[in-house]
T-cell receptor
């Protein structure tokens, strides 16, 4: 079973930052936090991952709390194309276990 | 290839028939994963291959489901005596082993059992 907790849905206005929270209070020392997203009718897409430091790439930023029990995915300027289900996953090196994710709706 | 290729993209089959779903991973990706996603649901892990061996097949829902991988490349997921509850999108992903687990997913096979 998935070990993370995410809100079921969120809304965001186009052009604004989307901040998606995730709780992973049982994460162990060697487990990473991964974020994927799934746009309607497509396979999931890798976004970003981190261990304990904040991370940024061309898609998003990942902020991990110092105790590593929660994190926030930030899409700095959301577009309509960012409407998707966003999955937060904690895992070691073997496999990803997807939960139900957060359905983000970006509106004009 | 440039991405993960799955075939067929759509499959309609009669209850009780056997089906084979194919996944062609990215060249050089030694890890391969099968998931399924029922309508409106999250992704359910089925099986994981490292090379030709399957160290984790814990997600296969019944003995009607099996998978194999040959030559460390193409994988086939077989469902015998299909049931209506097998209807779902079957997704395949591949990755380089270890961290990061940055999977590349295929577009999936939509299986409908009638």
């Amino acid at each position: 079973d998935a070990k993370t907790t995410q809100p079921t849905s969120m809304d965001c206005a186009e052009g604004r930052a989307a901040n998606l929270p995730c709780n992973h209070s049982t994460i162990s020392g060697n487990e990473y936090v991964y974020w994927y997203r799934q746009i309607h009718s497509q396979g999931p897409q890798y976004i970003i991952h981190g261990l304990k430091n904040n991370e940024t790439n061309e898609m998003a930023s990942l902020i991990i709390t110092e105790d590593r029990k929660s994190s926030t995915l930030i899409l700095p300027h959301a577009t309509l194309r960012d409407t998707a289900v966003y999955y937060c996953i904690e895992t070691g090196f073997q496999k990803l276990v997807f939960g139900t994710g957060t359905r983000l709706l970006v509106s004009p | 290839g440039a991405g993960v290729s799955q075939s067929p993209s759509n499959k309609v089959t009669e209850k009780g028939k056997d089906v084979e779903l194919r996944c062609d991973p990215i060249s050089g990706h030694t890890a391969l994963y099968w998931y399924r996603q029922s309508l409106g649901q999250g992704l359910e892990f089925l099986i994981y291959f490292q090379g030709n061996s399957a160290p984790d097949k814990s997600g296969l829902p019944s003995d009607r489901f099996s998978a194999e991988r040959t030559g460390g490349s193409v994988s086939t997921l077989t469902i015998q005596r299909t049931q209506q509850e097998d209807s779902a999108v079957y997704l395949c992903a591949s990755s380089l082993p270890g961290s990061p687990l940055s999977y590349t997913f295929g577009s999936g096979t939509r299986l409908t059992v009638v």
